[in-house]
């Protein structure tokens, strides 16, 4: 099946033959759904601190961070925004000459309101010899978003998000990148003063990325008295997957096997390289200005306070069961703990003879560990959180995209229409276990948990394989506690447009 040619392929992107039969099987076979008991909620699974509590995660955060550890935080930034310009590329390729659609009526009579707009309204006068106003006041609409998405102009539509300008202020505009590291300053800091921060980039825009931390760090290091180190990391072609024709074979496009990126759940290899105690996950586009930062932070610091005073307790308890001199009464102490903080329940656990206990109990507590904050559902999309059984029949918290549920069974239908919550991708990490060493993050994957999409190259269907998601199947086998955070620490930016919300001027 394969040639030398094919062969000489796998090799350049370190892809074993082993790998690429193993992802034709997942073609043949598909992904079985995941069997659910519940959607998370308050009731079930979901932890909302009050006042109190919240003030004292929050203080064990800020001790946590004198300690010496090294705390990272890590963006996912790759890839174009093209698809946040779906509408305006439409726009140009469409019939109309003027705006028509609600959303393009809004794009033009705000267009003002854009933290990009100086930089656009350059752009116009250059190119056109004419300002915007001017412009739209002699139709040239397609014109002004030419200048915004291609080449002629800003190059928009072809920049990732993390470089373009989101928020307007009065000594210049920021992009989401400059957001991350402002928020970094807050919350990422270790005691020796310096914040780490991690963006994954694609290949093509990586210099652009390494440009602007080079002009902007400085300013940032000097407004908030800490130095800043930052890194980037691409996803591997190793984590590429192969495409599939109808009829589950290699996908060819002029004799040559396809591959396509395997999604963010590639991640996890960027995430496994890295050294860290603490690693903060947060999506590039989920930023706001300064004047609404303090809510994101105090949330930041809940969600790293319960992290690691749960790591902090699971370490104690681990270290007892190493010690092999435990009590009863210690070992019923370690259950309810696995049991109702970590939310890891097994059905027939009181059927286990006491070594067997213990090895359970010592594998469940010895695991990467996340803490997911959760907002209340009001129909964003997003992955949601639920109660799930897992391979060893345990149930345990897991964050499933509607692909992982059968959604032809009514009552599983229902659990996922009717949650409470969703996952607004916005973790906390640890990845070390009680004697400091890493955990080895590609042990605790699920590979039975990808997703296969319907795709198309030169006018032919194929089939693509994405890898289990970061947050989801690459994730599903640590410890995992869900936390309810305010809706007003998420603010993607999806379209355009939604740089026009109230959170983002």
Partial sequence: MLTQQDKELLAKKGISEAQIAEQLA????????????AAASLEHGII??????RQTYISAWNTYKQCGKKVLKFVPASGAASRMFKNLFEFVSGENTVPTTAFEKTFFDK???FAFYPDLNSACQKIYHADIPTMLANGQYKEVVEALL???GLNYGALPKGLLKFHAYPEGARTPLEEHLVEGASYAAGKDGQVDVHFTVSTEHRALFEKLVAEKVASYASASGLTYNVTFSEQKPSTDTIAADMENKPFRDGGKILFRPGGHGALIENLNDLDADIIFIKNIDNVVPDRLKDETYEYKNLLAGVLVSLQAQAFEYLRILD????????IEEIIR???????????????LEDAELVIYMRKKLNRPMRVCGMVKNVGEPGGGPFLAYNPDGTVSLQILESSQIDMNDPAKKQM????THF??????????NYKGEKFNLLDYVDKATGFISSKSKGGKELKALELPGLWNGAMSDWNTVFVEVSLGTFNPVKTVNDLLREQHQ
């Fill in 26 to 37: 997942c073609f043949e076979k598909g992904f079985p759904y995941l069997k659910l008991e």
């Fill in 323 to 330: 010690s092999g001199d435990y009590t009863q009464q210690q």
């Fill in 416 to 419: 996922f229409e009717q949650g």
């Fill in 48 to 53: 909302a601190p009050d006042g109190a509590e």
């Fill in 423 to 432: 996952n607004p991708v916005d973790l906390v990490c640890a990845v070390k």
């Fill in 150 to 152: 291609t080449d002629k």
């Fill in 337 to 351: 703990f696995v049991q109702q903080k970590l939310c890891c329940r097994k059905a027939d656990i009181k059927n």
């Fill in 111 to 113: 267009i003002q309101s």
